[in-house]
Nanobody, 128 residues
């Protein structure tokens, strides 16, 4: 069972940037799909980005495409989410999750129950 720990959240103003990290332990990152979810107050859990750690191929939801970039450093067993041009509607708790079989094409839309390993989340607040 993998263990995942998110970090890097905080309070920023609209238009600013943050980089979140998801550090994985308990196994090599290479064979997993790592997905970022977020949960905003009063809204459902939303999948926003996914990366296949083996080759770095990635997918994004329409809500973050062009503003967020997912990447990984397999040597550090860490996945990053670079978030630029942040908006107030990006305010949420951000979670990373891992699965070895979901497949990249369906990863972003794949239900949260398909992911067996989760971090505890990191709060991102975008406010002036």
């Amino acid at each position: 069972q993998l263990q995942l720990v998110e970090s890097g959240g905080g309070l920023v103003q609209p238009g600013e940037s943050l980089r979140l990290s998801c550090t994985v332990s308990g196994g090599p990152l290479d064979y997993y799909y790592i997905k970022w979810f977020r949960k905003a107050p009063g809204k459902e859990l939303e999948g926003i980005s996914c990366i296949y750690a083996s080759d770095g191929s990635a997918k994004y939801s329409e809500s973050v495409k062009g503003r967020f970039t997912i990447s990984r450093d397999n040597a550090k067993n860490t996945v990053y989410l670079q978030m630029n041009s942040l908006k107030s509607e990006d305010t949420a708790v951000y979670y990373c999750a891992a699965d070895s079989q979901v497949g990249l094409l369906s990863c972003v839309s794949s239900h949260s129950t398909n992911f067996g390993s989760w971090g505890r989340g990191t709060q991102v607040t975008v406010s002036s």
